[in-house]
């Protein structure tokens, strides 16, 4: 720790002293971010886990909509009396796995990313045009992790729409890899792209905004981590419902690419304009009320982990820019 200068009195020096020693630096650098990213890794793993059931049927509904036709609890009793309650989870193991990694990159990157503009800019003006700052971060960071993402994005869909396919992720991802090869995997990275870009954009910035103005009501210096807590879980929510709707359409495309492989000698681009004429806008919305549900339970149940167990870790270092 850095010395403290002398303030010219021997006793308040030995109080300041005493004071500084127990007052722990701030983080910087790698240390601070790889914090950022353990804490999304955790807070995106724990929250997509959890909602795996959901996820199962959000995806029947997006591929078989004639079928599943009943809503998310309908939808959940037709799975278990189909297959028994055990096919809620199928896919659980990619889903944690991949949100695992998506989460670190995601969180950390923004505000690795955040940081880097307000550095480029300084801190007046990327505070003054702190929405830019918002969605261009949000855009980088998202763009690294759907890369880490979409191998095991890919293999849950095909567990969740062949449940005979494979026996988990290892499983899988192995008959993935060995009958289609690596292409298979990124056959949905532009839908995936297209998915969770805008929708990460829309989830930072409603979240930055609405958390702003909650702040500009309360004194959040004097406010208690519960109602912090509670602040980061409603700011999470609304952000949550932003990004499902403006994300829905490509989530829905990226269900129907990744369900089965394509013709031969027919192209990603070519499959995806096909799919669009067959969905129309009332169909690329199929599933959109499980998929509010989802998205807003687990955005706001993300930043208040990720919220919380930035204060565990420690990694409180980042500069904020918000008035």
């Not at 880097?116 to 980088?140: D, F, K, M, W």
């Not at 994005?153 to 192995?174: D, H, K």
């Not at 532009?190 to 009501?217: C, D, H, N, R, S």
């Amino acid at each position: 720790m850095a010395s403290v200068p002398s303030t010219g009195s021997t006793k308040v020096d030995a109080v300041v002293q005493k004071v500084a020693a127990n007052t722990p630096e701030k983080l910087s650098g790698m240390a601070l971010y790889s914090r950022f990213a353990l804490a999304g890794a955790i807070c995106c793993s724990v929250t997509h886990g959890a909602l795996t059931p959901v996820d199962v049927v959000k995806t029947r509904i997006q591929l078989d909509p004639a079928t599943y036709n009943r809503g998310l609890f309908g939808g959940i009793r037709q799975v278990i009396a189909k297959e028994g309650a055990g096919a809620l989870l199928t896919g659980f193991g990619p889903t944690a796995a991949g949100y695992f990694l998506q989460g670190a990159f995601k969180f950390g990157g923004y505000e690795l990313f955040k940081q880097q503009s307000i550095n480029l800019l300084g801190y007046e003006t990327a505070s003054n045009n702190r929405t830019g700052v918002y969605l261009a971060s949000a855009a980088l960071a998202e763009f690294f992790a759907d890369i880490a993402l979409c191998p095991l994005e890919a293999t849950r869909i095909r567990l969740v729409s062949e449940p005979t396919y494979a026996n988990g992720l290892i499983g899988g991802f192995s008959k993935m890899l060995k009958n289609e090869g690596v292409g298979a995997f990124y056959a949905g990275f532009g839908p995936i792209l297209f998915k969770q870009v805008p929708y990460t954009m829309a989830k930072f910035v409603v979240y930055e905004k609405v958390a702003e103005f909650a702040w500009q009501q309360f004194d959040k210096s004097t406010s208690s981590d519960a109602f912090q807590t509670t602040v980061n879980l409603g700011s999470g929510l609304i952000a949550g419902f932003a990004a499902a709707i403006v994300s829905q359409p490509a989530d829905t495309m990226l269900s129907k690419i990744n369900k089965t492989k394509g013709l031969p000698g027919e192209g990603t681009t070519s499959r995806l304009i096909k799919i669009a004429k067959e969905l129309g806008l009332k169909g690329s919305y199929a599933g959109i009320g499980a998929r509010l549900f989802m998205v807003g339970t687990l955005t706001a149940g993300q930043f208040a982990i990720y919220g919380d167990l930035k204060k565990v870790f420690g990694a409180t270092g980042g500069v904020e820019i918000s008035k």
